[in-house]
C-alpha cells in the first residue's frame, strides 16, 4: 500500500513549455486534489476531482488543466509554464463516504518544479 | 481563498520545552486540522478537531478548537529533536474546502 504516489519528484522547465504531473493513490479514495505550496503561503488548492469523471476548479486553477483518469489517477497539466508556476505540486487523495463525512486527506510526497 | 493567520513563523526552542503555536481566521470552520511537514515530503495530519471546544491530545501534542470555530492551538510538550518540521493548520468547511495556514517552521536545538 504506497499511498499517495507522485511523478517526477523534480523538474525544470523552459518558459513557454508543457508538462504533466502525475499523481495516483492506492487506497480506493473517491476525491483527489492538486495543491501547489510555495514559500510564506501555505498550500492552496488548484483543481480538485470530487469523483471520477468529474473536475473542479481549486483557489488558484489558472495555467492549469487537470484530468481524472480512472478512480486512481489524477494528472496536472501546464500548456505553456511560466516562472509564476515554479512552485510545489502536492496532489492529495480523501475518501467521502456516503452520508457526507470525511476522512482526512492524504498528501503525496510533492513534485518541485522550477520554470526558467 | 480564506485566509488563515498562523503564528509565530518560527520558532527555535531547546529539546525539553515546551511549544506553543495558534491559527486564527476571519471565518468559521466546521473542522481545524494540523498536519506536520518534513523536508521533501507531504503534509501529515498529526490531529483532527471535529466540534468546538474539542480539546484532543496524540502523545506529547494537544489541540484544541475554539470555541468561536475561528481559532485553533497546537501545543508540543517535551520537545525532542525529531519533532522538527513545518507544522500547518488547515481549516474545513466542506468535503473539498481545505484551507492552509502559512506554517510555523520549528527547530529544536539538542
Known amino acids: 500500500n504506497a499511498g499517495v504516489t507522485q511523478t517526477p519528484k523534480f523538474q525544470v522547465l523552459k518558459t513557454g513549455q508543457s508538462m504533466t504531473l502525475q499523481c495516483a493513490q492506492d487506497m480506493n479514495h473517491n476525491s483527489m486534489y492538486w495543491y501547489r505550496q510555495d514559500p510564506g503561503m501555505g498550500l492552496r488548492l488548484i483543481y480538485y476531482s470530487a469523483s471520477e469523471g468529474t473536475t473542479d476548479k481549486g483557489e488558484v486553477p489558472n495555467g492549469y488543466n487537470v484530468s481524472r483518469l480512472n478512480k486512481r489517477e489524477f494528472s496536472l497539466r501546464l500548456e505553456s509554464a511560466a516562472p509564476s508556476q515554479t512552485s510545489v505540486y502536492f496532489c492529495?487523495?480523501?475518501?467521502?463516504?456516503?452520508?457526507?463525512?470525511?476522512?482526512?486527506?492524504?498528501f503525496g510526497p510533492g513534485t518541485r518544479l522550477t520554470v526558467l | 481563498g480564506q485566509q488563515l493567520n498562523q503564528s509565530p513563523q518560527s520558532m527555535f526552542i531547546q529539546e525539553g520545552e515546551d511549544v506553543s503555536m495558534n491559527c486564527t481566521s476571519s471565518s468559521i470552520f466546521n473542522t481545524w486540522l494540523w498536519y506536520k511537514q518534513e523536508p521533501g515530503e507531504g503534509p501529515v495530519l498529526l490531529i483532527a478537531?471535529?466540534?468546538?471546544?474539542e480539546l484532543t491530545s496524540n502523545g506529547r501534542l494537544t489541540a484544541q478548537f475554539g470555541i468561536t470555530r475561528k481559532d485553533s492551538f497546537l501545543n508540543i510538550s517535551a520537545s525532542i529533536p525529531s519533532d522538527v518540521g513545518i507544522y500547518f493548520c488547515a481549516g474545513q468547511t466542506g468535503a473539498n474546502n481545505l484551507f492552509f495556514g502559512t506554517g510555523t517552521r520549528l527547530t529544536v536545538i539538542p
Open positions: 492529495a487523495s480523501q475518501i467521502i463516504l456516503s452520508g457526507g463525512g470525511t476522512d482526512t486527506q492524504y
Open positions: 478537531l471535529y466540534k468546538a471546544g
